[in-house]
């Protein structure tokens, strides 16, 4: 008896043993089948994201060769991008008080930021309702009356037209229909300033773009500070810059980060993250204080280079902040060299082409099905077909005063577009 129970006890035993084999096998047999199935399936959902409609776009083949040097493609993106997109320009913290403004020229266009007495604040081309000059001449400065320095045309913050010299007594002379052009503006919860150039679309919902930022800095930003900022004209194309990494300051040099808090937690690289089409944001750990690098293209091999300095925190911190922005300085001057080398080359395949640059080139292959459709070239901002009425209406009292002698200048707008309202 005692030999059947250790026979059968042998038995079970093989059997478990066999079991316990067959189950492992089977189980990493389930594991090597899944990966790749899941794998193909979150491809699969990736590549579903970036079609949008018809369009495939998955190989480095399908962009064009003279992609960051021809003019053609500038002014696509120009008018599928930059007239289209919500623009990311600045943080609330620029403006301290009414009249402060910014001017940003980018893809032909120039406009400008302004605080109004109201506090609020509004972008408007930088365009004169006359004869189209420039109102804002400075970058940035401060004033709550905007005047035109050609004949005298001045304006409010809020762009309406207060003294027209010479039209005063004109008939059929309204200021309240020569109002600066104004652009289509959002101010988000965080305090990011924004507009949108197009004119057909101005609903189009910013909070894609608007939770974009602010979660990825973990930072309350509406109660930033602005630390300093600067612009750098440079030599290459906007789009080589779409990189993250490219304006990464790294580990900051800074003496806070000192060897004790090295050697108590691992240290953190700055990051940053792209917010389309042309911003990138980065956040400095173990700090409050974060930067934005805005890439304003000016031609296809032309690019300037906007970048601000912001801190969460209100006390200001001269010697880290002045240390920090050195090095940004330092880096982005690095890197503008690096790239404006690297635009003397002759581009081929072989460039790199960024993962952002997808997502740009998505937008242009969809607006440029919509121009197909059309058969017109479709820019949201500029019609030459709808010239507005009172334009021209002014237009010909100028031209009667000028007739008359009075010394205006000669007409700056011969070959120039007319903004459509
Ligand atoms: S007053 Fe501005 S262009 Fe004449």
């Known amino acids: 008896m005692k030999e059947y129970y250790l026979v059968a006890t042998i038995v079970a035993a093989l059997f478990g043993i066999v079991s316990l084999l067959a189950f492992s096998r089977w189980s990493s047999m389930s594991r090597s089948n899944s990966s790749p199935h899941s794998s193909k399936r979150h491809s699969a959902r990736r590549l579903e994201d970036k079609q949008q ?26 008018r599928a991008i930059f007239c289209k997109s919500w623009i990311f320009l600045a943080h609330s913290s620029r403006f301290a008080k009414p009249g402060d403004y910014h001017t940003f020229s980018f893809s032909n266009y120039s406009v400008f930021l302004i605080m109004g007495k109201d506090r609020k604040i509004r972008a408007f081309h930088n365009v004169c309702r006359h004869r189209a000059y420039s109102i804002t001449k400075k970058e940035s400065g401060s004033s709550t009356v905007l005047g035109c320095k050609y004949h005298g045309w001045s304006y409010n913050t809020k762009g309406h037209l207060v003294k027209a010299p010479m039209f005063d007594g004109v008939a059929g002379f309204k200021k309240d229909e020569n109002s600066l052009f104004e652009i289509e503006t959002r101010v988000s919860g965080s305090g990011a300033v924004w507009i949108n150039l197009d004119t057909e679309f101005s609903n189009q919902n910013l909070n894609d773009n608007e939770g974009d930022f602010e979660p990825f800095l973990d930072l309350k930003t509406q109660s930033s500070r602005w ?72 031609s296809p091999g032309k690019t300037q280079i906007r970048y601000d300095i912001y801190s969460g925190s209100a006390k200001p911190q001269p010697s880290i902040e002045a240390a920090i922005t050195r090095q940004i300085e330092e880096v982005i001057s690095t890197k503008t060299k690096d790239l404006e080398y690297s635009s003397f080359l002759i581009h081929t395949k072989t460039d790199k082409i960024l993962d952002n640059q997808y997502d740009i080139l998505l937008s242009m292959k969809s607006h440029s099905r919509i121009e197909k459709t059309l058969g017109r070239q479709v820019s949201p901002v500029l019609q030459k077909s709808k010239t507005s009425q009172k334009f021209l209406q002014a237009e010909i009292l100028c031209k009667q005063l000028d007739c008359l002698g009075q010394g205006i200048a000669e007409d700056s707008t011969k070959g120039m577009e007319v903004l459509a309202w």
């Open 53 to 78: 409609s018809t369009f495939s776009v998955d190989k480095e083949s399908d962009f064009p060769i003279d992609w960051f040097t021809s003019s053609e493609i500038f002014a696509l993106e120009t």
């Open 227 to 298: 630390v300093e900022g600067g612009t750098v004209e440079s030599g290459f194309n906007w789009k080589k810059a779409v990189n993250p990494k490219l304006f990464n300051v790294g580990w900051p040099k800074v003496s806070t980060f000192s060897a004790f808090n090295l050697l108590k937690n691992d240290p953190i690289e700055t990051s940053g993250i792209h917010v389309f089409p042309n911003a990138i944001i980065y956040k400095i750990p173990g700090t409050k204080i974060w930067y934005s690098v805005i890439l304003l293209p000016s």
